[in-house]
């Protein structure tokens, strides 16, 4: 991953949006920002999502945050309005047996890939949460707690964790006992219980150690 553009700065006080006109400044139009939900869950698939946010004000999303610090109607909200704003925006769901098969990392890693592949307007420049992401085959940079200081890292953020949370609402119609609409996946004492009594379910991801231990499996 690269830095940012030469002579280009960004000030600590230029809001959510300083990343984004700071690129544009030097050519950089098409900034897009990818962020997944579910990495940390024992359960269900994982969401990357990617959005690019037009300049001006129409690409001023109304409430956007981290989506871990909205409450679920202000993400609802949020992601109607991305999608209706963005230049562009995908989102990639990686299942939990393929999150198995390569290991979170590598899955992650993955995801975050084709979410940004999969945009239909090409990204100049990428911003990523965190770490950096290697073969997205264009210039980007990884932006420590980006999903709280870049507008389009949380965007995307948003993107990804409001279809996870669809997701895991789905699956728990199918698998009751274990509440994944409360938790989403991840590991409380419900859960806990859960796993203790009726032991994973076939969306359970059995690399986690408290999976398999509730599986009678070596860890």
């Not at 997205?136 to 279809?163: E, F, H, N, Q």
Request: charge should be positive; glycine fraction near 10%.
């Amino acid at each position: 991953m690269s830095l940012l553009p030469k002579g280009s700065t960004v000030r600590r006080d230029a809001g959510l949006y300083g990343y984004e006109r700071a690129l544009r400044r030097h050519g950089l139009e098409a900034v897009a920002g990818v962020d997944e939900a579910g990495r940390g869950a024992c359960a269900g698939p994982l969401v990357a999502g990617a959005c690019i946010l037009p300049p001006g004000r129409s690409g001023i999303v109304p409430g956007l945050a981290d989506s871990k610090l909205l409450t679920e109607k202000a993400r609802e909200r949020c992601y109607d309005q991305v999608v209706r704003r963005a230049v562009a925006w995908s989102v990639v769901v990686v299942s939990h047996e393929e999150c198995d098969r390569l290991g979170m990392h590598v899955a992650n890693i993955e995801a975050l890939r084709r979410a940004v592949a999969l945009l239909d307007v090409p990204a100049d420049y990428v911003l990523t949460d965190g770490f950096p992401v290697d073969g997205l085959g264009v210039p980007g940079l990884a932006v420590w707690k980006g999903d709280r200081v870049a507008a389009c890292i949380s965007a995307a953020s948003v993107l990804a964790k409001v279809t996870r949370d669809r997701l895991m609402r789905d699956l728990d119609r199918d698998w009751p006992a274990y509440d994944f609409k409360t938790h989403k996946g991840y590991i409380t004492d419900t859960h806990t219980r859960a796993l203790e009594e009726h032991g994973p379910s076939p969306v359970h991801r059995m690399r986690f150690v408290n999976v398999r231990r509730a599986a009678g499996l070596p860890s």
